[in-house]
């Protein structure tokens, strides 16, 4: 047992100019900002042990972003080690875009559509830029907006070391009604993410849902609380479709809970296994205010429904952000365990070997002959020609990468605080995988988190994939279900294996 030392930090991780918004097929520019996207740190060490959890308000934090902000940070002195820190995302579809790389056996793999699309237009056609984005100087580059995240992350990373002094936490549970599974499911054993569920053919959500939020209150050496950390499974994507700016939920979440606890809080969101979730109901399904430019989500006159409000607009947020503090604030009021300040810890570090998922010879003609047909009638393309061809032109990436690649090596990490187990992935990891870790898992509470260290893809359930459809799609990630299963064993096995009696 050795007592522990917790420091927190936070910053803006908002350009000071408009950006090309990430996490959609259409091409969006923000127009303003809704609230400041920020990156929060908390450091924790016990004896020789340690880690950093980051909090990214991003989309995601790709492995090669992980791998600047290590090679930046790894000369301190401070006696921080750069692979014990964590770098993940709330997944919010209104931050900046960048130039973001997936690993895959030791390759760096680029998972953006538009470069394959170029590579297969033929003369005189061109892919043109709607919004110059390239050559706008309102608009910063996708390159400056690395450059800009690695000095920003790396900071804050730093300073949550330097602030670390004697601390306690206490673990708590909470629940609130935010995820929703995306995935609707039709008669004749098709799915479709955003799907209509007004129609006789309609017949379940594919998946379950989890309101749990298991939630660690950080205090200092006096007990005050300093800060709260909020695992949740659902992405932040409310706003998802809207020109501006925005944290999303979470960013609700944290004015509230600095309007109650006082604006020194930290608030330290952490995404769970959510691939297949969302915070939108597809039974009550509410149309959004206004246009939300994305054909998946377009509905002919839906009956009025009595329900929450549209979550893809800001007074579904703002609800959905309520719904979150409330319950953060009530479990706080009603009383906690006491505090842990001498614990043990165990921080590991492990790489998976995961399966990648393979295209067959058949699917590589189909995808060519469907990019051919499309073309065809083509002189300029675009970012919506992307988004439309996306699933196409993944399957012609994906049948390249595997003759040189038979597995991708995925980050784990793995740690034992006290009473409550940490496990990382860099997947959208399907919610069935997630409940499976923390349904065997030894650990009186276990804190999972996605799209950490890296932004590999969706990561399907085998019904998924046999439905069919966005995030189950060959080209929506590099891994399948058998590297899902195997995933799931061998986080167990770590877990368990430091939870033994």
Known sequence: MNKLLIGWSEISITPDKKV???GQFAERISTHVEKPLTAT???????DEQMVLVSCDLVGVACNLTDAIREKIKDNTL?????????????????????????????????????????????GQRYVESAVVGHNPEIISEEDTFVFLVERISEVTLQAWKNRRSGSFANAFGRAAVGM??????????????GDTNTAVFEALE????????LMYVFDEKKQLTGVVANLACPAQCVQHRHF????????VKVLLRQHFGDDL???PLCSAAGDQCPVDLVRWVNPESPINDPNCERDNPPKRKADPSMFDLAGMRRTGKRIAREIIDVYEEGLDEAQENVEFVHEVHWLQLPIRRATLTEVETAKKAIR???QDKTDVDYNDAARLQVHLGMLKRFEQQNYVDVMPAEVHIMRLGSIAIATNPFELFLDYGNQIKARSLAEQTFLIQLANGTEGYLPTEKAEKGGHYSAFLSSGQVGHAGGEQLVRQTLQRINTLFAE
């Open 79 to 123: 006696g921080l080690d750069p692979a014990k820190v964590v770098f993940s995302a709330i997944h919010t579809h209104t931050g900046p875009l960048y130039p973001r790389t997936q690993r895959s056996g030791g390759h760096f793999m680029s998972n953006s559509s538009r470069f394959t699309l170029e590579s297969l237009l033929r003369p």
């Open 20 to 22: 090309s918004l990430s």
């Open 207 to 214: 998946g379950g849902n989890d309101s749990g939020i298991e």
């Open 266 to 268: 930290f608030l330290l």
């Open 181 to 194: 599974c995306r995935r609707a499911v039709y008669s004749d054993g098709t799915a479709q993410m955003w």
């Open 41 to 47: 740190a908390m450091a924790v060490q016990a004896g």
């Open 245 to 252: 700016v925005s944290p999303d939920f979470w960013g609700e």
């Open 373 to 375: 047909e499309y073309l």
